[in-house]
């Protein structure tokens, strides 16, 4: 069973930065792909950054295409989402998961997320 746990969330200006990390524990994170997804008030959860367990493989949203960096750094049992130039519709509950593939339906696991406001 894996265990994660999101943070570095909070309040930025339009144009700021955010990074969030992912820990995981409980289980061997580097034989796992992450993502993240938010979900903001009143919509569906949506994908944003997937990256496979090697960093060999990344993919993104059409919406966050270079603004958000996924990374990971499996020694240290964390991944990590750069978030910059950030935009008000940016804002949500941020959330990553693991699992044994990228792609939709294919995460097991899942944090409890973080929320992410951005003001314009």
């Known amino acids: 069973q894996v265990q994660l746990r999101e943070s570095g969330g909070g309040l930025v200006q339009a144009g700021g930065s955010l990074r969030l990390s992912c820990a995981a524990s409980?289980?061997?994170?580097?034989?796992?792909?992450m993502a993240w997804y938010r979900q903001a008030p009143g919509k569906d959860r949506e994908f944003v950054a997937a990256?496979?367990?090697?960093?060999?493989?990344?993919d993104y949203a059409d919406s966050v295409k270079g603004r958000f960096t996924i990374s990971r750094d499996n020694a240290k049992n964390t991944g990590y989402l750069q978030m910059n130039s950030l935009k008000p519709e940016d804002t949500a509950d941020y959330y990553c998961?693991?699992?044994w593939g990228t792609g939709p339906g294919r995460y097991d696991y899942w944090g409890q997320g973080t929320q992410v406001t951005v003001s314009s």
């Open positions: 998961a693991v699992g």
């Open positions: 990256i496979d367990w090697s960093a060999t493989y990344t």
């Open positions: 409980g289980g061997t994170f580097s034989s796992y792909a």
